[in-house]
């Protein structure tokens, strides 16, 4: 299916590893410009040369801290000065440390709050008069955990849904012109996974790297973690016209994994 996205422009953030990485290869591989960006500048231009390698599309890089107010601003300058426009935004970000509730400490809430939920609101408000110019899109990639608290992850639990209340009221506030979803994957094979694996070895929950990697497949009805890949191509899918009657979705992708009714 051509998703008619050649040509466009856009911005994924955290986009040098994981789920970020996967949403940036499949919009580049349509065709799509992008502007990637990580912390570490090393990852972070390895991914460009692989996605120039794998694609037509132009890459550019800018490295920084998400929850940092210029680095945000830096970003939309960044495509709009390389490309001359901006149409898609994708939301990404590292995921909060993994903890029981009263193990974690205010600053733990107050810098999940500003790595989650703030990033968004700064970039959609820098990049909003731009993706509003041509028909824009803005994916944001959280978590099944805003459906379905997840043992051991309550700032997970509790800080993504401000994500997904800012969606929704953006997919009203900005339509017609901009279209708003998320996507809410379960357990994927990335580096987010294995970190948190760690964190459970550290903290004896569990007795082996593969033990943790079972236990996080558990419950997943297609029996095995997500491939990233899969998930790119749902979000270039939502940045596309083929989806342009699909706004205010929260669309799970996590196997079957989550009980949860709606």
Same mark, same amino acid.
């Given at each position: 299916? $051509? ?29 799509? $410009? ?52 901006? $149409? ?7 995921? /909060? ?53 997840? $043992? ?32 809410? /994957? ?77």
């Amino acid at each position: 299916m $051509d998703l008619k996205l050649e040509g466009n422009a856009a911005i994924i953030t955290a986009s040098s590893s994981g789920l970020g990485k996967a949403s940036a290869l499949a919009l580049a591989a349509e065709g799509v $410009d992008v502007v990637i960006n990580g912390r570490k500048e090393k990852q972070l231009l390895s991914t460009a040369e692989e996605i120039r390698n794998a694609t037509s599309a132009g890459v550019a890089t800018l490295t920084g801290d998400i929850k940092d107010r210029d680095t945000l601003k830096n970003l939309v300058d960044k495509a709009v000065n390389e490309y001359g426009r901006l $149409d898609h935004l994708v939301t990404s970000a590292g995921g /909060p440390p993994s903890g029981k509730t009263l193990e974690t400490t205010e600053s733990d809430w107050y810098e999940s709050f500003e790595l989650l939920v703030m990033s968004v609101f700064r970039l959609v408000k820098s990049a909003a008069p731009y993706l509003k110019q041509g028909g824009g899109t803005i994916v944001n990639i959280t978590s099944r955990s805003v459906k379905e608290a997840l $043992d051991s992850l309550v700032l997970s639990n509790s800080v993504r849904m401000g994500v997904i209340g800012l969606e929704k009221t953006l997919s009203r506030e900005l339509a017609p012109e901009v279209r708003v979803n998320s996507v809410l /994957p379960g357990p994927h094979r990335t580096s987010r996974i294995e970190n948190l694996v760690e964190q459970s070895l550290e903290r004896g929950e569990i007795t082996s790297r593969e033990e943790g990697l079972e236990k996080w497949s558990q419950g997943v009805p297609m029996e095995t973690l997500g491939n990233p890949e899969n998930l790119g191509h749902l979000v270039a899918f939502l940045s596309s016209c083929r989806a342009e009657f699909i706004n205010g979705a929260a669309i799970p992708i996590d196997g079957g994994s989550s009980r949860s009714s709606l």
